[in-house]
C-alpha cells in the first residue's frame, strides 16, 4: 500500500503525463534480466535483485522503466512514433534507505525530429519538477555524449580509447585514470617473460593455445568466464591500446573541453570557439545542438537557466547524446534524469534503428521536497 501522500501524488501524476501526450503504459514488475545485466551499466547491474524462474531463466524486480516500455513497444507497436507515460515502484539494492521506491516518466519512442523531441524532454521535465516541488530552487544540468564523442574521434584516438573514454563518459574519477594512462602508457614487464613476448608479437593463435593449456593445467573452467580466444584477443588489444600515447597537445584540448562549464545560452559560442582555436573539424555536430536550443526557446524555456556541462553524463550504458538531470540545489539529489538512447531500441530487437529520448522523475525525492 502506497503512504496517502504518494498515492495522491501519483494519481495527479498520471493526470499530469497524459496531459502532456502520453499514453500511460503499465509494465510488468518481473522482468527478464539480461537486458539490463547487459545494457543498463555496471552501477544498475550490481543493484539488481536477481531471481531465477523454474525452467532456469534469469528474472529480476524492475529496477527502471525505459528498457520495459521498450521492449513492450517493440512487441506491441513495431516501429510506430508513440509517447509512453508510467509510473509505479522500482526495486534496487543499496546499503542504506528503502529499497524499493516510486518513478514517473516519459518516453518518447520513433520520434524522427531530434532536436524537438529532446527539447520537450527536457521541458516536461522541467516544469513536471517544478510542479511537484515548487517550494525548493531547482538546478537543471546538461551534457551531450555525441559531443564528446566527436571530439575523440577528431582528435584522432584509436577506436578502442574512444570506446573506453566514452564509456566512462559521466563518471569523472575513471575518465581521469584513463586520461592518465593514455599519458603514461604501462608495458607487460609484469607479466610472465613468455606471454608478453606472445602478446607483443600479437599472435593471437599462440596467445590463445597458451592460456589454453595454463587453464587446464590449473582447473579453470571456460565456462566460467571467457574462452582462450577471447582472452587472448582481449590482451591483444590492451597491448595495442597501452601503446597508445597521448601528447601534451592532445591532453590539452581533451582537458580544455571536460572543463566547460557555462549556461547553455553561451556553450554553443563556447565550443565554437574552442574547435576553431584546437584546429578540430567539428562542425557539424553543433548543428544538433545549436537545433536543441532553438527548440528549447520555442517551447519559452530559458536556456540561460540550463547548465551545459561539457563532462557531465549519467551512469547507463545505453545514453547515446543528450543527457540532462534537474536537481535539488539544497542538497544535490536528482529529482529528475534523462537522456537520448537511439541504440537501446535495436539492441531489443527491434527491426530498425528507432530514435528515443526520455526522463524518470524521482517521486520519493518530491515528497521529501
Known amino acids: 500500500m502506497y503512504p496517502s501522500s504518494m498515492k495522491k501524488m501519483m494519481l495527479a501524476m498520471e493526470e499530469s503525463l497524459v496531459?502532456?501526450?502520453?499514453?500511460?503504459?503499465?509494465?510488468?514488475?518481473?522482468?527478464?534480466?539480461?537486458?539490463?545485466?547487459?545494457?543498463?551499466?555496471?552501477?544498475?547491474?550490481?543493484?539488481?535483485?536477481?531471481?531465477?524462474?523454474?525452467?532456469?531463466?534469469?528474472?529480476?524486480?524492475?529496477?527502471?522503466?525505459?528498457?520495459?516500455?521498450?521492449?513492450?513497444?517493440?512487441?506491441?507497436?513495431?516501429s510506430a512514433p508513440q509517447r509512453y507515460g508510467y509510473l509505479g515502484p522500482v526495486f534496487r539494492q543499496r546499503q542504506v534507505g528503502k529499497t524499493e521506491f516510486h518513478q514517473a516518466g516519459i518516453e518518447d519512442l520513433g520520434d524522427?525530429?531530434?532536436?524537438?523531441?529532446?527539447?520537450?524532454?527536457?521541458?516536461?521535465?522541467?516544469?513536471?519538477?517544478?510542479?511537484?516541488?515548487?517550494?525548493?530552487?531547482?538546478?537543471?544540468?546538461?551534457?551531450?555524449?555525441?559531443?564528446?564523442?566527436?571530439?575523440?574521434?577528431?582528435?584522432?584516438?584509436?577506436?578502442?580509447?574512444?570506446?573506453?573514454?566514452?564509456?566512462?563518459?559521466?563518471?569523472?574519477?575513471?575518465?581521469?585514470?584513463?586520461?592518465?594512462?593514455?599519458?603514461?602508457?604501462?608495458?607487460?614487464?609484469?607479466?610472465?617473460?613468455?606471454?608478453?613476448?606472445?602478446?607483443?608479437?600479437?599472435?593471437h593463435k599462440a596467445l590463445a593455445s597458451y592460456l589454453a593449456n595454463i587453464m587446464q593445467e590449473t582447473g579453470y573452467s571456460t565456462h566460467a568466464s571467457r574462452s582462450p580466444d577471447e582472452i587472448a584477443a582481449r590482451l591483444i588489444e590492451q597491448q595495442q591500446l597501452a601503446k597508445v600515447h597521448l601528447s601534451d597537445e592532445q591532453f590539452s584540448i581533451l582537458s580544455k573541453f571536460l572543463s566547460m562549464e557555462l549556461p547553455l545560452s553561451e556553450a554553443l559560442s563556447s565550443l565554437t570557439s574552442f574547435a576553431s582555436e584546437a584546429n578540430l573539424d567539428i562542425q557539424k555536430a553543433f548543428e544538433l545542438f545549436s537545433a536543441r536550443i532553438s527548440q528549447l526557446e520555442n517551447l519559452d524555456i530559458d536556456s540561460s537557466k540550463i547548465q551545459y556541462v561539457a563532462a557531465f553524463g549519467r551512469p547507463l550504458d545505453y545514453y547515446t547524446g543528450l543527457v540532462f538531470e534537474v536537481s535539488n540545489r539544497a542538497n544535490d539529489e536528482v529529482l529528475a534524469a534523462g537522456g537520448r538512447y537511439d541504440r537501446l531500441m535495436s539492441l531489443l530487437g527491434a527491426n530498425s534503428v528507432t530514435p528515443a529520448v526520455g526522463f524518470s522523475l524521482w517521486l520519493d525525492r518530491f515528497e521529501v521536497a
Open 19 to 78: 496531459q502532456c501526450g502520453t499514453e500511460l503504459i503499465d509494465c510488468d514488475i518481473v522482468q527478464p534480466a539480461e537486458p539490463f545485466l547487459n545494457m543498463a551499466g555496471e552501477d544498475l547491474r550490481r543493484r539488481i535483485f536477481l531471481t531465477q524462474s523454474t525452467n532456469g531463466q534469469n528474472h529480476c524486480l524492475r529496477p527502471e522503466f525505459t528498457i520495459p516500455v521498450c521492449s513492450d513497444h517493440i512487441q506491441n507497436n513495431g
Open 112 to 203: 524522427p525530429d531530434i532536436a524537438k523531441a529532446d527539447a520537450l524532454a527536457i521541458s516536461d521535465a522541467m516544469r513536471l519538477t517544478n510542479q511537484y516541488c515548487n517550494n525548493i530552487s531547482t538546478l537543471t544540468t546538461l551534457g551531450d555524449q555525441n559531443i564528446f564523442a566527436t571530439v575523440l574521434q577528431a582528435l584522432g584516438l584509436p577506436l578502442g580509447w574512444q570506446q573506453r573514454l566514452l564509456h566512462a563518459f559521466g563518471n569523472p574519477d575513471a575518465l581521469e585514470l584513463m586520461l592518465t594512462t593514455l599519458r603514461n602508457p604501462s608495458d607487460t614487464s609484469n607479466l610472465d617473460a613468455k606471454l608478453s613476448i606472445i602478446i607483443e608479437n600479437e599472435d
